[in-house]
């Protein structure tokens, strides 16, 4: 048997074992951060996707005297790994589009059952509401 077939299942393991991690969480029981929630609407076009990944909450503040800061807490909820891609979109008062540069696609590597926490901060103090967008 040559090298590169007895090295393949040793190669098949360790990519199956990667792909498979999950991650232990530990954080402070009696927090003392007091985060301004956001209620949301949420609009589900992609079943699959809404049940694979979701926002647990979303935070908002305002930064530098008068820029809109968005925070949001996203959950793998399935056991092994994945990647989502997401982005902010901001509007003004009018529910006008608000453009910025930071308004593209950007990559979110999950492991199994993480949460983890996306922020932007909007360019201009113009805009006053915000879109979070999720695709795969």
Same mark, same amino acid.
Not at 52 to 55: E, G, I, Q, S
Not at 80 to 84: G, K, P
């Given at each position: 048997m040559n090298k590169f077939a007895s090295s393949l299942p040793a190669a098949a393991l360790v990519l199956l074992l990667v792909g498979c991690q999950n991650v232990n969480t530990y954080e402070n029981a009696e927090s003392r951060a007091t985060p301004n929630y956001v209620a949301d609407k949420r609009v589900i $076009?992609?079943?699959t996707l809404a049940g694979? !990944?979701? !926002?647990v909450s979303i935070n908002q503040a305002t930064v530098s005297g008068n820029l809109l800061k968005i925070q949001a807490t996203v959950e793998n909820l399935k056991s092994?790994?994945? $990647? !989502?891609n997401y982005k902010?979109?901001?509007f003004d008062q009018d529910g006008m589009a608000v453009n910025s540069p930071n308004e593209v696609w950007k990559a979110l590597p999950l492991q199994g059952r993480e949460s983890t926490t996306i922020s932007t901060v909007a360019?201009?103090?113009k805009a006053v509401d915000f879109k979070l967008k999720f695709r795969e």
């Open positions: $076009t992609d079943n694979a !990944v979701r !926002v092994s790994a994945r $990647t !989502v902010f979109e901001w360019i201009s103090p």
